[in-house]
């Protein structure tokens, strides 16, 4: 008999030792509620597209675009490589918007498959400009930001 209640006494030792009171899940439920989906959410935050560009870039990229498509076509018709506003020979208020006016485009030149134009003051940092250079004769291009 003394040894039937050393056995029910390990076993009521071994039992009592797997029972789980509820307040020992709070610090796992928080783990996996709030930590997790945080680390998560901050993990991929940066990569997560805004959808809107500032107004400011966006507009000296799309004249800067016409520039060099008009720069293109007078290359291809004449075979000379515009040098200058005059040589551009843009349309009339074709580079008229609303953040920047001709005078903020300047054309910068090159050879054929180094174009070069720029809009002076588009951002707060270095570098301020935006430039793009572009091969006259392929038509791709690339900007300096």
């Not at 009521?12 to 709070?26: E, L, N, Q």
């Not at 610090?27 to 805004?50: K, T, Y």
Request: glycine share 8%; hydrophobic share 45%.
């Amino acid at each position: 008999m003394a040894d039937e209640q050393q056995i029910s006494g390990v076993h009521a030792t071994v039992r009592s030792a797997y029972v789980v009171k509820w307040t020992d899940w709070i610090p796992l439920v928080l783990i996996l509620g709030l930590v997790v989906p945080a680390v998560g959410f901050m993990a991929f935050w940066p990569i997560q597209p805004s959808g809107v560009e500032e107004p400011r870039p966006s507009e000296a990229r799309a004249a800067l675009g016409a520039m060099k498509d008009r720069a293109r076509v007078v290359y291809q018709r004449t075979g000379k490589i515009p040098q200058t506003m005059a040589e551009l020979d843009m349309p009339r208020g074709a580079l008229a918007g609303s953040e920047f006016q001709p005078a903020d485009y300047v054309v910068l030149g090159g050879r054929h498959n180094e174009w070069k134009a720029k809009c002076v003051g588009v951002y707060d940092s270095e570098p301020r400009d935006l430039i793009v250079t572009a091969d006259l004769v392929g038509g791709s291009s690339t900007f300096n930001r």
